[in-house]
């Protein structure tokens, strides 16, 4: 099976296959001997050719988190049918005129100016998020008009959750 | 003698606290927001009391509930740790009214060392230098104008009320002065509810150095020593050290001198730090004293062997200091990494999230203060300090060593923490040669990057591999996506092992 | 110079290299059984190879399986740690033979002081006293005989080849000296192959007190002072301290004289620890000496600042000590707990199990080194050591109630250890006092029970409400008993808490 | 709800009711102010009157251990059903006259003396027990006929397995 790992703005190409009884996983050229173990519900211990890692591998909504050396990486992988679905441009088909804004720090909403249907310019103070004791202004990114909001007042919100929407005309 | 302790606290400070009370032998009472029931400080301390919603504000900030507490509970003294209430005079007062002990130094003294105004009076009366211009606040442009002119430019425009680098400016030239003094007024005015400002002389490549006293109620003033603070994001410390690598030994008698004389003249108790900015010529100013037990006082205790939490009660309890100056004799070098919730590579965003695993390092020179657990969830309501991670060795670099040994040992997972940007202070070079003043992370932070990013690059082949192995593991084991190739042994072991972890 | 280190052990004593490793920044290889995979010295290794089935004789103890491993893995030394192959001669030979730098004094010192006859002798001929009749085993009852009354009874029976306490037997009048003679030369035999056994005159009170001594290749020689053994369960240690409470300042410099003396007749090198008996009047006798690094050395480093491990490691490339006997200043007082798989209230008999939590302690003068893990399986292959507490206080008073704080704080569940047992240790009158001798644990064995006891009743409401509370929680959530009256929004919320919690 | 709660020798009568949506429980005559709240699989914070307590709770074969304060506690528990069946000598109802032998302390099974059907007298070494570098030969307890054998060489095996059932004669 050929899965395609983007890393960052890294791509790899893996080639994983069964010898054995053993999963076999060729990567940028070489095929290394890898052992996964399973330590707790988010914790593994990975030896690749005898080298020791211990990681954290969790899904996230877009691949997979993992934590190695205290770093967070984002992986996202793709087999054969995403890359295809991809180079077909079908996961574009369903976007809409919506411009979406996300929170950029997890916080508290303390204040929200606009209500749906209002019109906005770009630059207009849309809410207040409040995080660690700093008060940040989350301004309309762009002119148009207010369709949903997704978040209300002393609602605790995670980075990239959505907040607003805003059609453009 | 006190015979229960109630902590205005929460966090690292709270869970430190309750560990000297335990060494006492004296019961310690936690208080708690709805949003703390299952934090560490409440699961570890021998009561403990919910005193209100999330918020500080109504929480702990919430004067009348957490005296409240103390009566219902018979605390006979309250530790307010810092922060919170720590410094408030009012609050100090009320407890004192109410008939219990204040682990902390005289309303009077809290007052008086927390203005400004009169704490660099007080220092300067004391033969401590203050920087020049800083003497009182103004919000009259001419005033401004005359004072930049005499200590000469550049020069920095500072909030009176304030502290956080909010409202603060630097001036290179006459002509920028009346906008920038504008600007700065307003913006004292609307967050501090006061429109002077200071105008004082940009000291150059300064140090940030501290003295951290100890007063009985007898009268006897001891000093514990430096601590070089000098590396600081937004103007707040994230890594400190003792001894300091950059101050002479005169430089440092002097220093040690003086915050004895200021600590005398204010009437101080109990534990208290004396700060000072110290210019690349070694030559220093007073700047302010914290009038309360300090985050980075490990480094201190480390170094001294004495345990200053101990002492601050056993002070508040009325005795007088079993040791005197001579007895404190620093020994190695200690280092403090702050562990925030905040991500030091992107502009110590902070992040918030439940703490998936928690794994702490050991052994030798390691002290790890910290107030989470696994399982919880780190909400933005409160300050993001996780933990401290301090660490000893008989020298400076011995300590760097085993700091980074001990970083890469603390697995934090499900948050982001300072725990890889700490890693990159310790690798760089200007950290490692101890040639560091407060601009170190403004002057160095494209190197940390660059740091981080070399290391992230040879490791994305593995993260990749781990998350290949686990997809094809997951999916193998998944009903509605059976793959024949992949249900073998290997990937079975993996599920075994899984079932029977926990 | 070594550039990759292979430990030759597991457990806590393998993290303890490991850490060594890092901070000089040199790699560490770890070997694993196949029991051990998951193991914390395999996490944090840099690299890892198995070296055989659980069975220690067929991975541990397996000379072939390592010295392949160190040649696959390129690693140009081999630590030993203690226990396992760490005092085999012919494994040091071995690995020297492979051109393998050996962390550890020569094969022929091993050789000579592993043997009890040449080390006693050695001893003596350095001017320390031998426990009278000790100096030569033998299997005849005649020569017992002439032994005992010449030293006068009570006597000692011990067998020549063993330790641990086999074959042991005390002999109070001649009536009974031969029949336990033959039952001692008997059980000798059948353990040890060798049915020679000690003929020694009985020491009174005694404390076991020893000697930490270093050596590099250039003939230095330092002594890093004394810890006092004396708390025993089965002639093995359980709780250490340094300083000893007991032994005058003359016996102490004495002592360290002696042990150096001793380590330079036998061309010491690196880390040895010289073991003495003392008795109630200060008399004391040369034991043994031990050729590695001996499992309480953690007090020693805290007290002297010294990191033992990493200076094994610089002698063992070949440098010479960077300090000297002047250098080591012992400073406070440092305490160790160890922390084994076994109920300390039923006789030390070994538990195994999983690991369901581990919370380590934290906080001022702390030391915890451990090989577990949550979720580690503890397999009944090996040693019990789960990992040693260590406290230290600029009093014993003060190093004993941080142990007591430190020891509640740590929270081992799934497997029975001996925290409980010695925080009923630390609370006891005649430990307190610091007047115990190796008889400890066997004359106040009763008060331990009773202490244990005591804070059982008091808490036995609590863990019955626990688990009432529990079990009805339990009940409300599942579906074949629902109990209306129960399946309330309180109950709801322990569910809740237990979906999110992970 | 009545509950009989044994610990150790004590027995402890416990009464469960619901006030207002909050567990009630009286206990030797005073009912505490109760919070319980789960922190992980096995962990929970109890505050009883305010009192804090951090205990690790978890089913076992004859009922509930609890962990608390570094000390296990074994918590048996009754309901009115449970004790009327115990009173009416039902449990014993079905004993056999088997004996069973289980292991008193954990360990590897390293050697096994006896076989299905071998007659024994109290006093015979039927297998040997290894734990932690010791033998422990275990002996017969009663004299008999041996029944089923539980575990073979090289067994792992826990504390109060069952090892060798002893039929008397």
Same mark, same amino acid.
């Given at each position: 099976?050929?899965?395609?790992?983007?890393?960052?703005?890294?791509?790899?190409?893996?080639?994983?296959?069964?010898?054995?009884?053993?999963?076999?996983?060729?990567?940028?050229?070489?095929?290394?001997?890898?052992?996964?173990?399973?330590?707790?519900?988010?914790?593994?211990?990975?030896?690749?050719?005898?080298?020791?890692?211990?990681?954290?591998?969790?899904?996230?909504?877009?691949?997979?988190?993992?934590?190695?050396?205290?770093?967070?990486?984002?992986?996202?992988?793709?087999?054969?049918?995403?890359?295809?679905?991809?180079?077909?441009?079908?996961?574009?088909?369903?976007?809409?005129?919506?411009?979406?804004?996300?929170?950029?720090?997890?916080?508290?909403?303390?204040?929200?100016?606009?209500?749906?249907?209002?019109?906005?310019?770009?630059?207009?103070?849309?809410?207040?998020?409040?995080?660690?004791?700093?008060?940040?202004?989350?301004?309309?990114?762009?002119?148009?008009?207010?369709?949903?909001?997704?978040?209300?007042?002393?609602?605790?919100?995670?980075?990239?959750?959505?907040?607003?929407?805003?059609?453009?005309? | 003698?006190?015979?229960?302790?109630?902590?205005?606290?929460?966090?690292?400070?709270?869970?430190?606290?309750?560990?000297?009370?335990?060494?006492?032998?004296?019961?310690?009472?936690?208080?708690?927001?709805?949003?703390?029931?299952?934090?560490?400080?409440?699961?570890?301390?021998?009561?403990?009391?919910?005193?209100?919603?999330?918020?500080?504000?109504?929480?702990?900030?919430?004067?009348?509930?957490?005296?409240?507490?103390?009566?219902?509970?018979?605390?006979d003294a309250i530790h307010p740790g810092y922060g919170f209430l720590a410094?408030?005079?009012?609050?100090?007062?009320?407890?004192?009214?109410?008939?219990?002990?204040?682990?902390?130094?005289?309303?009077?003294?809290?007052?008086?060392?927390?203005?400004?105004?009169?704490?660099?009076?007080?220092?300067?009366?004391?033969?401590?230098?203050?920087?020049?211009?800083?003497?009182?606040?103004?919000?009259?442009?001419?005033?401004a104008e005359a004072i930049a002119s005499e200590v000469g430019y550049p020069?920095?425009?500072?909030?009176?009320?304030?502290?956080?680098?909010?409202?603060?400016?630097?001036?290179?030239?006459?002509?920028?002065?009346?906008?920038?003094?504008?600007?700065?007024?307003?913006?004292?005015?609307?967050?501090?509810?006061?429109?002077?400002?200071?105008?004082?002389?940009?000291?150059?490549?300064?140090?940030?150095?501290?003295?951290?006293?100890?007063?009985?109620?007898?009268?006897?003033?001891?000093?514990?020593?430096?601590?070089?603070?000098?590396?600081?994001?937004?103007?707040?410390?994230?890594?400190?050290?003792?001894?300091?690598?950059?101050?002479?030994?005169?430089?440092?008698?002097?220093?040690?001198?003086?915050?004895?004389?200021?600590?005398?003249?204010?009437?101080?108790?109990?534990?208290?730090?004396?700060?000072?900015?110290?210019?690349?010529?070694? $030559?220093?100013?007073?700047?302010?004293?914290? *009038? @309360?037990?300090?985050? =980075?006082?490990? +480094?201190?205790?480390?170094? %001294?062997?004495?345990?200053?939490?101990?002492?601050?009660?056993?002070?508040?309890?009325?005795?007088?200091?079993?040791?005197?100056?001579?007895?404190?004799?620093?020994?190695?070098?200690?280092?403090?990494?702050?562990?925030?919730?905040?991500?030091?590579?992107?502009?110590?965003?902070?992040?918030?999230?439940?703490?998936?695993?928690?794994?702490?390092?050991?052994?030798?020179?390691?002290?790890?203060?910290?107030?989470?657990?696994?399982?919880?969830?780190?909400?933005?309501?409160?300050?993001?300090?996780?933990?401290?991670?301090?660490?000893?060795?008989?020298? $400076?670099?011995?300590?760097?060593?085993?700091? *980074? @040994?001990?970083?890469? =040992?603390?697995? +934090?997972?499900?948050?982001? %923490?300072?725990?890889?940007?700490?890693?990159?202070?310790?690798?760089?070079?200007?950290?490692?040669?101890?040639?560091?003043?407060?601009?170190?992370?403004?002057?160095?932070?494209?190197?940390?990057?660059?740091?981080?990013?070399?290391?992230?690059?040879?490791?994305?082949?593995?993260?990749?591999?781990?998350?290949?192995?686990?997809?094809?593991?997951?999916?193998?084991?998944?009903?509605?996506?059976?793959?024949?190739?992949?249900?073998?042994?290997?990937?079975?072991?993996?599920?075994?092992?899984e079932q029977i972890s926990r």
């Amino acid at each position: 099976m050929i899965l395609q790992a983007t890393v960052a703005d890294r791509v790899l190409q893996l080639n994983i296959s069964v010898d054995d009884g053993k999963p076999r996983v060729e990567i940028e050229g070489h095929q290394p001997q890898l052992d996964l173990v399973k330590l707790s519900p988010y914790s593994y211990s990975l030896l690749i050719d005898g080298q020791s890692h211990h990681l954290s591998i969790r899904p996230s909504r877009d691949g997979y988190m993992v934590d190695l050396r205290r770093r967070t990486y984002h992986i996202c992988l793709q087999d054969e049918l995403d890359l295809t679905i991809e180079k077909m441009g079908l996961k574009d088909a369903g976007r809409d005129r919506s411009g979406h804004v996300t929170a950029p720090i997890p916080g508290l909403i303390t204040a929200i100016s606009v209500r749906k249907g209002d019109k906005v310019v770009a630059g207009d103070q849309l809410l207040v998020l409040e995080a660690m004791k700093m008060e940040n202004e989350i301004a309309a990114p762009m002119s148009g008009t207010i369709g949903a909001l997704h978040i209300a007042t002393g609602d605790t919100v995670e980075k990239g959750a959505r907040l607003v929407d805003i059609h453009v005309q | 003698m006190i015979s229960k302790v109630l902590i205005a606290n929460r966090g690292e400070i709270a869970v430190r606290i309750i560990r000297s009370c335990r060494e006492l032998n004296i019961p310690a009472v936690a208080i708690y927001s709805e949003a703390d029931r299952t934090a560490p400080h409440v699961l570890m301390a021998d009561e403990a009391t919910c005193i209100g919603p999330p918020p500080s504000i109504d929480s702990y900030l919430n004067v009348d509930h957490i005296l409240e507490a103390a009566r219902s509970t018979k605390a006979d003294a309250i530790h307010p740790g810092y922060g919170f209430l720590a410094e408030n005079a009012a609050f100090a007062q009320a407890v004192l009214d109410a008939g219990i002990t204040w682990v902390g130094p005289d309303p009077q003294t809290l007052e008086l060392m927390g203005d400004k105004v009169s704490a660099r009076r007080l220092a300067q009366e004391s033969g401590a230098p203050i920087i020049p211009g800083g003497v009182e606040p103004t919000a009259d442009i001419k005033a401004a104008e005359a004072i930049a002119s005499e200590v000469g430019y550049p020069i920095l425009i500072k909030a009176a009320g304030g502290g956080g680098g909010k409202g603060m400016r630097i001036v290179v030239n006459p002509n920028e002065l009346p906008p920038a003094f504008k600007r700065a007024r307003s913006e004292s005015a609307s967050t501090f509810a006061d429109e002077r400002v200071y105008v004082e002389k940009v000291i150059e490549q300064p140090h940030h150095v501290e003295i951290q006293v100890f007063a009985d109620r007898a009268g006897n003033v001891v000093s514990f020593g430096e601590r070089e603070c000098s590396v600081q994001r937004r103007y707040q410390k994230i890594i400190e050290e003792t001894p300091s690598p950059f101050i002479t030994p005169e430089v440092k008698e002097e220093l040690s001198k003086l915050a004895v004389i200021i600590a005398t003249a204010c009437g101080y108790t109990g534990a208290g730090t004396v700060e000072f900015l110290v210019d690349k010529n070694q $030559r220093f100013y007073f700047l302010e004293m914290n *009038t @309360r037990l300090q985050v =980075e006082h490990p +480094i201190t205790e480390m170094v %001294t062997g004495f345990d200053l939490v101990a002492e601050q009660i056993q002070v508040a309890s009325g005795k007088s200091l079993t040791f005197g100056q001579e007895d404190i004799r620093p020994r190695g070098h200690a280092l403090e990494c702050r562990i925030y919730a905040e991500d030091g590579f992107d502009n110590f965003t902070p992040s918030t999230g439940r703490v998936l695993e928690l794994t702490t390092p050991g052994g030798v020179g390691i002290r790890l203060d910290h107030g989470i657990r696994e399982g919880l969830e780190i909400t933005p309501h409160y300050d993001p300090i996780l933990g401290k991670l301090c660490t000893w060795g008989r020298t $400076r670099r011995e300590a760097i060593n085993r700091m *980074t @040994r001990a970083l890469e =040992e603390l697995r +934090i997972v499900g948050v982001r %923490t300072t725990v890889p940007f700490c890693m990159a202070v310790m690798s760089h070079p200007v950290f490692k040669q101890g040639d560091y003043c407060t601009s170190f992370i403004a002057d160095y932070g494209d190197d940390l990057q660059t740091w981080a990013a070399n290391n992230k690059d040879s490791l994305d082949e593995i993260a990749a591999l781990g998350a290949a192995l686990f997809s094809t593991a997951e999916k193998s084991k998944s009903p509605d996506r059976p793959d024949a190739r992949l249900s073998n042994s290997a990937w079975l072991r993996i599920g075994r092992e899984e079932q029977i972890s926990r």
